[in-house]
């Protein structure tokens, strides 16, 4: 009998401290930064987003968000074979963020690893946690993206520094003999790493380079707009379905404009777009399971439905996962 995987259960965690536009416009302004609600609302649909206390880890985030997916899956942490944690901000440079959530979470012996692929991680994480269930390998994975990105912005570019949150997002993914996960479509070009990177890195007991993040914002916009498009293409291609068949679109969650342009050219109606941007900001890893949680809860996504998943960021780094829910 075919073997498939299936999501079972969604969670989400945000930090309490949320941040409004001006509230952080007027933090920026205290240190002589100018920037308004109305910029960053215009360019990006951005009106708050949440940063984590100090402290507080992705591991910390990323477990919280793992227990409502677990809770709504009707599992304990002991059912669990297998934990991928998608993330950018891990706790240490080792171990794993996965290792260290494993044991927060009360368990032991299931393999854990994080994946790296900044904004792409989490659809990176679900097609590799596909893939494991369908070799056998695991039966019952937890998938999570988890960030702190706070702790990487650089609070003195205003470029960057207002488009970011902290956040975590779950889902359980099982082994099922119905579809489930339809078809993935992944791709990566590493030639365009310095369009938005965290250049520094630690040796000899110091960090060498800038050890926060930069971005090229209108390169990374354009790229973005193309491959979105082309790998929901793609992965539609694989599953032999159209664009007519998605119910639901969520895209990473890094600006309305381009969350809107790619909807249009899937010719998917701006309704059928799931957007938590507005209320996040840009989470990286965590913002596709944040989105499809808060809309799994909001009662918007049922059963049954078709949704196509989206990545896109540093790497430069892409994919699409389209699944029936
Ligand atoms: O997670 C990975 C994916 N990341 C993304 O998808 C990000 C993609 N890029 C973007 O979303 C957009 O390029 C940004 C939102 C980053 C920037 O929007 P833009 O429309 O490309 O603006 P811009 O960079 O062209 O800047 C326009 C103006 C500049 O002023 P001048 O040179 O025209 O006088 C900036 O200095 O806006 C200025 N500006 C700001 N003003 C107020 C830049 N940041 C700010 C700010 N507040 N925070």
């Known amino acids: 009998m075919a073997r498939?995987?299936?999501i079972t259960g969604t969670g989400s965690y945000l930090p309490p401290r949320r941040l409004t536009n001006a509230d952080l416009a007027a933090e920026l302004a205290a240190q002589g930064i100018e920037t308004s609600d109305d910029w960053i609302v215009e360019r990006t649909g951005i009106h708050a987003r949440h940063f984590a206390a100090a402290g507080v880890c992705s591991s910390d985030l990323g477990v919280e968000a793992a227990k409502k997916a677990l809770e709504a899956a009707g599992l304990e942490p002991v059912d669990i074979d297998l934990i991928i944690v998608?993330?950018?901000?891990?706790?240490?440079?080792?171990?794993?963020?996965?290792?260290?959530l494993q044991n927060k979470l009360g368990m032991a012996g299931c393999p854990a690893f994080d994946l790296q692929a900044v904004c792409s991680g989490f659809?990176?994480?679900?097609?590799?946690?596909?893939?494991?269930i369908k070799s056998g390998t695991a039966t019952k994975a937890l998938v999570i993206g988890a960030e702190v990105f706070s702790r990487i912005l650089d609070f003195s570019d205003r470029t960057t520094c207002v488009l970011f949150g902290d956040g975590a997002g779950a889902v359980v993914l099982q082994a099922s003999e119905?579809?489930?996960i339809l078809a993935s479509d992944l791709h990566a070009d590493g030639k365009h790493v310095n369009i938005l990177c965290v250049p520094g890195g630690v040796s000899g007991g110091k960090v060498l380079g800038d050890p926060l993040l930069k971005m090229d914002g209108q390169a990374v916009f354009k790229l973005a707009v193309g491959v979105l498009e082309s790998a929901a293409r793609a992965a539609l291609a694989k599953a032999y379905l159209t664009d007519a068949d998605i119910d639901w679109l969520i895209p990473h969650q890094a600006n309305i404009r381009i969350m809107q342009s790619t909807a249009k050219k899937l010719k998917v109606p701006l309704e059928k777009l799931i957007i938590t941007v507005d209320q996040h900001g840009n989470t990286s890893a965590a913002s596709i399971p944040l989105a499809l949680d808060t809309a799994v809860r909001s009662g918007k996504i049922k059963k049954g439905d078709t949704l196509m998943l989206e990545g896109v960021g540093g790497g430069f780094t892409w994919g699409a996962v389209l699944l029936n829910y």
């Open 178 to 180: 119905t579809p489930g």
């Open 4 to 6: 498939y995987s299936r």
């Open 123 to 132: 659809v990176y994480a679900l097609t590799v946690a596909d893939a494991l």
């Open 86 to 100: 998608a993330t950018s901000t891990p706790d240490m440079v080792f171990p794993s963020t996965a290792c260290i």
